[in-house]
């Protein structure tokens, strides 16, 4: 096997962002891809199985005793803010790791003092929770707040028991939806786990599910300004 192997999911502009990459990454033990580096744009990197050490430094060659290491396991997802020094390591010495990868661009003129910092979220504990009045539909808030490149991202966990679902509507923002558990229809499909869904913004979308089993997944809101190139 490869020491590192990407799959790319999707890869190109939206009516929100310049850009927005999806893939999955595939690290074998005690891989580390590359040396830290930088880039312009934000990313989430969301474990799927195995442990990855997360990596921060203060600049491309720092030794290892400038290093800050946390640990990110599945039920666990990674905000990395743009411009950061930082790097990655299959932290299991016995097993790879795997993790999906969100990475975006824009271009936006915020006037905001914080921005959302580079973070650890454990979606299994969040913030808030909602849910219909049925309660077959609840939703838990992971995290929420402005960065460099959208005037909102948010992050929360649904988790859909048999017949729930909500139908057709159309959000102005792009959402990408990370089913985790169970088989739901969406977008006139059947979609089972593990999947990665997109909506684009301004287009309808609805969710149910039709299965007999409880069906849990993430949806990230990627809330932009205008189209890219129009501002």
């Known amino acids: 096997d490869k020491p590192w192997t990407i799959y790319t999911i999707f890869d190109g502009p939206t009516t929100q962002l310049e850009r927005l990459d999806c893939h999955l990454s595939v690290l074998q033990p005690g891989v580390t891809p590359h040396r830290p580096h930088q880039h312009v744009e934000e990313e989430l990197l969301i474990p799927l199985s195995g442990a990855l050490a997360v990596i921060r430094a203060s600049r491309a060659d720092a030794d290892a005793s400038e290093l800050t290491i946390e640990r990110a396991v599945p039920g666990q997802i990674v905000y990395r803010a743009p411009n950061e020094f ?45 849910a219909d009045t049925s309660a077959k539909w609840v939703r838990q808030v992971v995290f929420e707040g402005p960065t460099p490149h959208l005037a909102k991202l948010h992050c929360h966990l649904s988790t859909l028991k048999p017949g729930g679902g909500y139908d057709p509507h159309a959000d102005s923002y792009d959402v990408a939806l990370i089913l985790l558990t169970g088989v739901v229809e969406t977008l006139g499909r059947q979609v089972r786990s593990p999947a990665v869904v997109f909506y684009s913004a301004n287009r309808p979308h609805g969710i149910r599910n039709m299965g007999t089993a409880t069906a849990k997944y993430l949806v990230v809101e990627f809330h932009g300004s205008t189209r890219a190139g129009e501002r």
């Not at 979220?121 to 909602?130: G, L, N, R, V, W």
């Open 86 to 130: 930082h790097t990655i390591r299959a932290e299991d010495p016995d097993h790879s790791a795997s993790y999906l990868v969100f990475k975006w661009r824009n271009t936006l003129s915020l006037k905001q003092e914080t921005f959302l910092r580079s973070s650890i979220f454990d979606f299994k504990s969040p913030k808030a929770t909602t």
